[in-house]
């Protein structure tokens, strides 16, 4: 059993950073592939971006690819979704995921197992 639980959502003017954060319990934490989801209202979850168990393998959704950086600290059950550049269009809530098995790159939500509550992010014009 894995618990999520994001943080480091809010309010930011376009063009700003925010960093995501989410602290999973339990000691096999490094062994599941992580990936970080948004959803906005009225549309669909949408793929943002996943990291391998070890951190090796990195995979973005082409929305934001060049402007968010995934990565994790294992020692720290803790994954991280850096998010610059942001757009009016980015505003969702996020939220993080852990996989175990499956297929890379794990780019659908219904591959994985454990959902954490979800952060909002909402970014101003």
């Known amino acids: 059993q894995v618990q999520l639980v994001e943080s480091g959502g809010g309010l930011v003017q376009a063009g700003g950073s925010l960093r995501l954060s989410c602290a999973a319990s339990?000691?096999?934490?490094?062994?599941?592939?992580m990936g970080w989801f948004r959803q906005a209202p009225g549309k669909e979850r949408e793929f943002v971006a996943v990291?391998?168990?070890?951190?090796?393998?990195?995979y973005y959704g082409d929305s934001v690819k060049g402007r968010f950086t995934v990565s994790r600290d294992n020692a720290k059950n803790t994954v991280y979704l850096q998010m610059n550049s942001l757009k009016p269009e980015d505003t969702a809530v996020y939220y993080c995921a852990a996989v175990f098995g499956g297929n890379w790159p794990y780019s659908t939500a219904h591959e994985y197992d454990y959902w954490g509550q979800g952060t909002q992010v909402t970014v101003s014009s």
């Open positions: 990291i391998s168990w070890s951190g090796g393998i990195t």
């Open positions: 339990g000691r096999t934490f490094s062994r599941y592939a």
